[in-house]
């Protein structure tokens, strides 16, 4: 079993920055892809970006070059670093693990292929 943790959601104004991270624990040894998903009102969660253990990172379109996850490689933490932000960035995000990792195109095409999720946390972008 993971346990997954986020932290750092909370009120940003647009055009500001916010991190985000994730602490996992229990079998991490596991884990090979991580991740962040976020899901608005009234809306499907869908992929923000996934990390494989070697460092591989795919975004969606609409964060790329405006988010960037990183990990620090013992698997214990994933952050998002979120950069001019909008207020269509405003959702909950999790945090999501998986012992397999498929491969972006899996990912992108709107397969979540991830075991383990935290309870989210909320980013709320608004002035």
């Known amino acids: 079993q993971v346990q997954l943790v986020e932290s750092g959601g909370g009120l940003v104004q647009p055009g500001g920055s916010l991190m985000l991270s994730c602490a996992a624990s229990?079998?991490?040894?596991?884990?090979?892809?991580m991740g962040w998903y976020r899901q608005a009102p009234w809306k499907e969660r869908d992929l923000v970006a996934t990390?494989?253990?070697?460092?591989?990172?795919n975004y969606a379109d609409s964060v790329k070059g405006r988010f960037t996850i990183s990990s620090d490689g013992a698997k214990n933490t994933v952050t998002l670093r979120m950069d001019n932000l909008k207020p269509g960035d405003t959702a909950v995000y999790y945090c999501a693990a998986d012992k397999t990792y498929y491969s972006g195109t899996y990912y992108l095409a709107g397969n979540y292929g991830m075991h383990y999720w935290g309870k989210g946390t909320l980013v709320t972008v608004s002035s």
């Open positions: 990390i494989r253990s070697g460092g591989t990172t």
């Open positions: 229990g079998s991490i040894f596991s884990i090979n892809a």
